[in-house]
């Protein structure tokens, strides 16, 4: 797989994310946590994930990212 497909999918996202306007709500996450987001429907989820997505951008992190995978072709940073 080409990784300037994945590079190009994960800059436009940021970009789309880092436009949604949000009203911050307070978000207590460890920087290197693992972190599994469960509820219903609408229960804002999503929201929580913009949110923290936004806060890393304005620090400056623009994210290394590292797809796991069996396939040891995805397994590289993109």
Known sequence: MDKEIFRTIISENQEYIGSIPLVERPLDLEEYGNYVFVGVRQAGKSYL????????????????????????????HV
């Open 49 to 76: 994930l913009y949110q923290r997505v936004q806060q890393l951008l304005a620090e400056g992190k623009d994210g290394c990212y590292r797809l796991r995978s069996h396939n040891s072709s995805l397994s590289q």
